[in-house]
């Protein structure tokens, strides 16, 4: 597919989001290794953070090839700074406890499930193989955080309350998962990504749907943080990603 | 949570774990995992025993619903077997009419 300077530039931008959401969300994950509550939902948080750092392995290498400058996914992944990472800043918010991991998840796994599920029609062949890959892994992704939803929504007391806080916590990071800008907007126009605020009636459905049967209450409409795709993120990720790049910085180009 | 299959009341249940590898194979033991209730079972049973695997369906049992032998039970369960050659098929000689009969070379 040949593309013009801006279009380029513009699929550049909108795959580090993608690879960018995925990679710092599986890192996090990742920090739940040998943490987790019970050692069949540590091995199931492992088996997620393993998956979607698979796909950010893909799209950055993606990202790199689009870009056409030689970078590498590993190049993408440990030598760019905080400023230019383009992750939503919802997946950078701690694990916290078990209902703020999941809560996180669940938000996350209903919008890539959407996201993805169009993204997989995309006009832009190697995304669309990506997609359709990375679709079957969401598809148990968001069985697993919704079936976690439910279970500690429509559980006990604690249960019930610590979901319903993390919910809150975790809502004001949902619009941005929604934001367009003039990259986007070229994009959408030539049938390469979705248009975002499409996906929203969807995504609210399927939450909608879910908490309701976990009892939890959507929040209310309130103050929506925003920054993460120009780089303005929370302080949680430069924390993240010196533990993440310190050995590729360390020793570049190590192997083992 | 749940007092079954264990005497502490913090453990979930147990739940026992089979695979199915091919279509027309039986389901076979895997090992066993805990989780709140059967759904849950076999989301914790895919992660820990199918993802290297590839089966192509996955049974979770209640341990409490398997009735087992105990060791007192193995001498009158099984060692019956042991004298008893007959109840072999092997024991038995073929006739020399029957043998030949099925290769019809004689």
Redo the contacts between chains.
């Keep these: 597919m040949n593309l013009d300077d801006t279009t380029r530039g513009a699929l550049f931008q909108y795959l580090l989001r993608l690879g960018d959401d995925k990679l710092v969300l599986g890192h996090r994950l990742s920090e739940l290794c040998a943490h987790g509550p019970?050692?069949?939902?540590d091995?199931?948080l492992t088996?997620i953070a393993l998956d979607s750092i698979g796909q950010a392995q893909a799209l950055l290498k993606l990202a790199g090839d689009v870009e056409g400058e030689g970078r590498t996914a590993d190049d993408l992944a440990y030598h760019r700074d905080e400023y230019d990472f383009r992750n939503a800043l919802l997946v950078e918010q701690p694990n916290g406890d078990f209902a703020t991991t999941l809560a996180r998840q669940f938000l996350f796994d209903v919008f890539g499930y959407h996201l993805y599920g169009e993204l997989s029609r995309s006009t832009h062949e190697p995304l669309a193989a990506i997609v359709a890959k990375a679709l079957k892994e969401i598809r148990?992704h968001v069985?697993?955080s919704g079936?976690w939803m439910l279970?500690l929504g429509d559980g006990t007391e604690e249960s019930h309350r610590r979901a319903q806080d993390a919910l809150d916590q975790m809502w004001m990071y949902t619009d941005e998962l929604f934001e367009s800008d003039e990259h986007v907007r070229r994009l959408a126009g030539q049938g390469i990504v979705p248009d975002p605020e499409a996906l929203r009636p969807a995504w609210l459905e399927t939450v909608k749907g879910l908490l309701e049967r976990a009892t939890l209450e959507i929040p209310e409409p309130g103050y929506m943080a925003t920054g993460g795709r120009t780089g303005r993120h929370t302080e949680h990720l430069g924390h993240m990603l010196a533990e993440m790049q310190i050995l590729a910085r360390s020793i570049p180009g190590a192997e083992w | 949570m749940a007092k079954e299959g264990s005497d502490r009341d913090d453990q979930w249940l147990l739940f026992e774990v089979f695979l199915q590898e091919k279509s027309g194979q039986p389901h076979q033991h895997a090992g066993s995992v805990r989780a709140p209730d059967a759904e849950m079972a076999l989301l914790n049973a895919r992660d820990v025993y199918a993802r290297r695997e590839h089966p192509i369906s996955l049974w979770v049992v209640p341990a409490t619903a398997i009735t087992a032998t105990t060791p007192g039970d193995a001498e009158p369960f099984f060692d019956p077997a042991d004298d008893k050659v007959y109840r072999h098929p092997q024991f038995y000689k073929t006739p020399r009419g029957v043998r030949f009969k099925a290769g019809e070379s004689a």
Excluded at chain 1, 38 to 41: D, N, P, V, W, Y
């Design positions: 019970i050692l069949e939902q091995i199931a088996n148990y069985r697993h079936d279970r």
